[in-house]
């Protein structure tokens, strides 16, 4: 089970939004770099940043800080970027400066025909994030719910060949509610590729249920508002994850 600890950037900063709500930001750190280091030496083997602004604006906007954090452990883990990116040179000068996974969120849901050629470019390093509430998929910041259902859209996105989903519940996202562990799976369990938790992990007693499920196809959990508010201690919680699952 990969523990993914998440760097949200907004203005150049490190921040938690409450329910993606840009204006309910806490600034966690005025230097990414140093956080993504930070998690890296507590253990972290893979990083999830997210352009807030970027998200929200439709292209880059945090691409200084985002090269800094990739020069500065790119070259020891995966790094794994979402938010704004809605065309293929966006994707290949992000790959050509380190990350491994790019993250296409919205623009997948609107723009099915860019997620393909995506996929035919850059196979083996394109991530689909859905974010959705009960089993309905949002796009747009979570700003707008559309009619697709979850499961009908990850199998559609598994057979365009992208390497993994991230499931948001984002109901819980930011709120320390426990991650919806049931959607998750039951979205796991319709496809054959693997799904990565997102929204709401607390503590260690989340750790615990991931872990139960993992055969199941959940790989991985993000890990947001509960690391950076000591709710939960990711070292710890990586460590009982290892120790769980070997």
């Known amino acids: 089970m990969l523990l993914i600890p998440a760097i949200d950037l907004k203005d150049g900063h490190c921040v938690r939004l409450k329910q993606g709500d840009m204006d309910q930001s806490t600034i966690f750190s005025e230097d990414p770099a140093a956080m993504a280091r930070s998690w890296v030496d507590k253990g972290a083997r893979r990083l999830h940043l997210v352009d807030l602004n ?20 790119g070259s020891e883990i995966d790094v794994q970027l979402g938010g704004g990116i809605r065309d293929l040179d966006t994707i290949e000068r992000y790959l050509d400066s380190g990350l491994r996974y ?16 995506a996929c ?74 693997p799904v990565i938790a997102s929204g709401g992990l607390s503590n260690m007693a989340d750790i615990d249920a991931l872990c139960a499920v993992e055969d199941e196809g959940v790989e991985g959990v993000i890990c947001g508002r509960s690391i950076y508010s ?4 990711f070292a710890a919680a990586q460590a009982r994850a290892d120790e769980l699952n070997g």
């Not at 689909?128 to 199998?155: C, N, P, Q």
């Not at 000591?230 to 201690?233: S, T, V």
């Open 230 to 233: 000591g709710d939960l201690d």
């Open 54 to 73: 970027g998200a929200f604006a439709g292209k880059p906007k945090n691409e200084a800080a985002i090269r800094k954090i990739l020069a500065e452990v």
């Open 120 to 193: 035919t470019a850059f196979g083996g390093h394109i991530i689909v994030g859905l974010d959705a509430k009960d089993g309905k998929v949002a796009t747009d910041g979570w700003s707008k719910m559309t009619g697709h259902e979850v499961i009908d859209l990850g199998k559609k996105f598994q057979d365009y060949g992208v390497e993994g989903i991230i499931y948001t519940d984002i109901g819980r996202d930011g709120m320390l509610t426990g991650i919806n562990i049931e959607a998750t799976v039951k979205l796991a369990q319709a496809l054959t590729i």
């Open 102 to 117: 790019v993250i296409i969120g919205t623009a997948a849901v609107k723009n099915p025909g860019f997620l393909q050629d």
